[in-house]
């Protein structure tokens, strides 16, 4: 615990000039605030949340693709992991907490940490998988997902750094859940020899036949 202390005091001393920097974007983006923008982007938000990510990978998975569902499951599956590890590590207090007098939240976020964003990861999760799977929409999903990011920073409940590292955890989730892949369907199709839904067992049933 004390070796995690020191670890935190120094990354904290190393990056004081970053720390800064987040604030002073903060201090920007409080500027443009109205009840126009706050009202869209509160709504844009909570296409984050992970019940309704939770929703969207399930109902993927059901009534479209069940490839696409288990991947997007098991990507944010991961990123949710690493990011609860990351943020008890780290506990970095939310901007509207650490800096009371200067940052107002506009929401109230899950928790009290900051460091990473999981509503930038979750949905930056998301756009990676349907990327991976039909680059046509990808560009939508982009967007939407940038917006997340935004979102989060203009409601005063994250800083930019935890948007970036949120993007960054994505990633790495989204390339986890491609190397887990395939043992994961493979223990389905043990499981399940046959799914009505599923375009890979259709066409592995045709190519059989």
């Not at 990123?79 to 008890?88: G, R, S």
């Not at 939310?94 to 979750?122: C, E, N, Q």
């Not at 199709?189 to 592995?204: G, M, R, V």
Request: proline letters at 2%; a positive charge; zero cysteines.
């Amino acid at each position: 615990m004390e070796r995690i202390k020191k670890i935190k005091a120094a990354i904290s001393n190393k990056f004081s000039t970053v720390l800064k920097f987040d604030l002073w974007i903060i201090s920007k983006i409080m500027k443009v605030r109205n009840k126009y923008l706050t009202f869209l982007l509160k709504n844009i938000s909570r296409l984050s949340d992970w019940w309704f990510l939770t929703l969207i990978a399930i109902l993927i998975g059901i009534f479209w693709n069940i490839e696409i569902g288990i991947f997007l499951s098991t990507a944010l599956i991961i990123q949710v992991i690493f990011q609860k590890i990351i943020k008890n590590i780290i506990t970095r207090k939310r901007p509207y907490i650490k800096h009371r007098t200067t940052v107002k939240r506009l929401i109230i976020p899950p928790d009290r940490y900051s460091f990473p964003s999981g509503h930038t990861a979750g949905a930056f999760v998301t756009f990676f998988v349907v990327n991976n799977f039909f680059f046509e929409i990808s560009l939508f999903i982009l967007s939407i997902a940038i917006l997340i990011g935004f979102s989060r920073i203009y409601l005063g409940v994250h800083y930019l750094t935890d948007v970036l590292f949120g993007i960054l955890l994505a990633f790495i989730s989204f390339e986890i859940s491609k190397y887990l892949y395939t043992y994961i369907f493979n223990l389905i199709k043990l499981i399940i020899p046959y799914l009505l839904h599923s375009q890979f067992f259709q066409a592995e049933y045709r190519l059989s036949g």
